[in-house]
């Protein structure tokens, strides 16, 4: 008997346009639970976090620290780039299996990141030799495409509690990034969509898109594939510790030393991915598609020093416009499997984008504002236009309507590196 739908939930994260509602295809933001079956292309790229860092530094220090940090041999950009740190097999197998820990992350940061940076049962083995090829020079890279760091500068608090136990507070200049596991997860994805297309038909699956493409997760398919995208999402966690790494060391060359430690992380969160999770009293695989967690209060998933507040949740608008950082609220767990959005979302393409503005003028325009722009080309600066998002304001809003997570505090960029 075929298995004609096998995902038991599939909603749309609210945003500013639209509603819960069923579908078909797997456009972001999208949480799918189902009791028995791995989606891969739910989580396409696997796992781009979003990591923030905070500092007590004054504004026009932090232009400084934009303007060397923002450098392109600072934090390397743009498709295919691999200029980052390149590791043996050995190395990079501990970098599968371990995360940031193999990189020699302190233990704060660890503390203040999603499943402390690492998910059990990935398999180095899981990974293919062309998978391996692409990310072996990655690490400390940030890709192109929406991936970005942004100095910020924080304008407003609306929960001051929260804001002071996130360590955050008003002038207070902020870095957010947001990358993930580069090439490597890009091919993890597409070798296992291929392998799960061609058992489909044995499982007895019928799906209407082949874009849905799954395995039983209990199968030797969907097993493998579980390692290989915990793997994957452990080199993301790598990665992404490495570029704080040279953001710290940016710090301390404009700075001193002693600026650089105190540059601190307040989270790492990550989307694309899919983990176990106990919902109604049953264990779920959620898929998490551009989403990102969004805990409350008293969870034993979110670090002890935040346990009381609710889990950071960050929702970046664009590079010329507000981010916000929130905290998880209980309506998560009962609206959307404990989920939010991961960021404002386009309404144009990159191609309607660029048919409104070249790149130099847009560079021009946001260095008019006083935003300090790096970007590896003037074609993907163009794709990334704050015209072509949401209006964040509106989409923070109906996640804070929806009970999803409320607002702690509004930043504004100063400078920022595009892919």
């Keep these: 008997m075929s298995n004609a739908w096998p995902v038991s939930a599939l909603e749309r994260i609210p945003d500013s346009n639209q509603t819960s509602r069923q579908v078909r295809k797997v456009p972001g933001p999208e949480v799918a639970t189902s009791r028995s079956h791995i989606v ?35 934090i390397p950009a743009g498709a295919g780039k691999t200029r980052g740190r390149t590791r043996d097999r050995t190395a990079l197998d501990a970098v599968l299996r371990d995360g940031p820990r193999a990189l020699g992350a302190a233990e704060d940061d660890l503390e203040r990141t999603e499943s402390g940076g690492c998910l059990p049962g990935s398999d180095p ?47 207070q200049v902020t870095v957010l990034i947001h990358s993930g596991s580069r090439g490597l997860g890009h091919q993890v994805c597409s070798d296992y969509v291929k392998q799960m297309d061609a058992v489909m038909r044995r499982h007895g699956i019928e799906l209407p898109d082949r874009q849905l493409a799954c395995a039983p997760a209990s199968s030797p398919e969907g097993r493998t594939y579980l390692a290989a995208m915990a793997a994957a999402a452990n080199f993301a966690w790598a990665n992404r510790q490495a570029i704080a790494d040279q953001v710290r060391s940016a ?50 998933e979110i670090p002890e020093a935040y346990r009381q507040l609710g889990q950071p949740v960050f929702i970046p608008g664009s590079m010329g416009t507000s981010s916000f950082v929130l905290a998880g609220e209980p309506g998560a767990l009962e609206r959307s499997f404990g989920s939010t959005c991961h960021g404002a979302g386009r309404t144009l393409s990159r191609t309607g984008a660029r048919k409104q503005i070249q790149g130099a003028d847009l560079r021009r325009q946001l260095e008019a504002q006083g935003i300090v722009v790096r970007s590896a080309s003037n074609k993907g600066l163009a794709e990334e236009a704050p015209f072509a998002y949401k209006q964040v304001e509106r989409v923070v809003e109906v996640v804070e309507r929806a009970g999803l997570a409320r607002r702690v505090a509004q930043v504004t960029p100063l400078g920022v590196v595009k892919g």
């Design 251 to 300: 710090v301390a060359a404009v700075l001193d030393r002693e600026a650089a430690e105190e540059t601190r992380q307040v989270y790492d969160v990550a989307h694309n991915v899919a983990k176990v999770e106990r919902y109604g009293g049953r264990e779920l695989l959620v898929h998490r598609k551009g989403a990102t967690r969004a805990f409350p209060a008293g969870s034993d």
């Design 125 to 171: 083995a899981a990974v293919s030799e062309r998978a391996r090829e692409r990310g072996a020079g990655q690490l400390g890279t940030m890709g192109s495409g929406n991936h970005f760091v942004e100095l910020e500068r924080v304008t407003r608090i609306f929960d001051a509690t929260t804001a002071r136990g996130y360590g955050l507070g008003e002038d």
């Design 40 to 74: 891969a292309a739910s989580i396409p790229f696997n796992n781009f976090p979003i990591r923030v860092f905070s500092n007590h530094f004054a504004r026009a220090e932090g232009i400084e620290v934009a303007t060397l940090n923002l450098r392109p041999r600072a």
